[in-house]
C-alpha cells in the first residue's frame, strides 16, 4: 500500500528547519526528501515507517 507523502511536509520541514536553522536550506531539504519519496515508491519500494 503507498502512502501519501504530502501529509508529512509539515513534519519533515519542521525537523528540517530545527536541524539547519535556515528557511531556505529547510525548504530545499524537504523537496528533496518528499521528492526521493516518492521515486522510492515509484520504483515499487514502500514506506513502512512514518510518524
Same mark, same amino acid.
Given at each position: %500500500? !503507498? !502512502?501519501?507523502? $504530502? ?6 520541514? $519542521? =525537523?528540517?528547519? !530545527? !536541524? $539547519? /536553522? ?19 515508491? /515509484? =520504483? /515499487?519500494?514502500?514506506?513502512?515507517? %512514518?510518524?
Amino acid at each position: %500500500m !503507498k !502512502k501519501d507523502v $504530502s501529509g508529512y511536509t509539515e513534519w519533515l520541514f $519542521s =525537523r528540517a528547519l !530545527k !536541524k $539547519s /536553522g535556515n528557511l531556505t536550506d529547510a525548504e530545499e531539504l524537504t523537496q528533496e526528501v518528499l521528492l526521493a519519496a516518492l521515486a522510492y515508491q /515509484g =520504483r /515499487g519500494g514502500e514506506i513502512v515507517h %512514518m510518524p
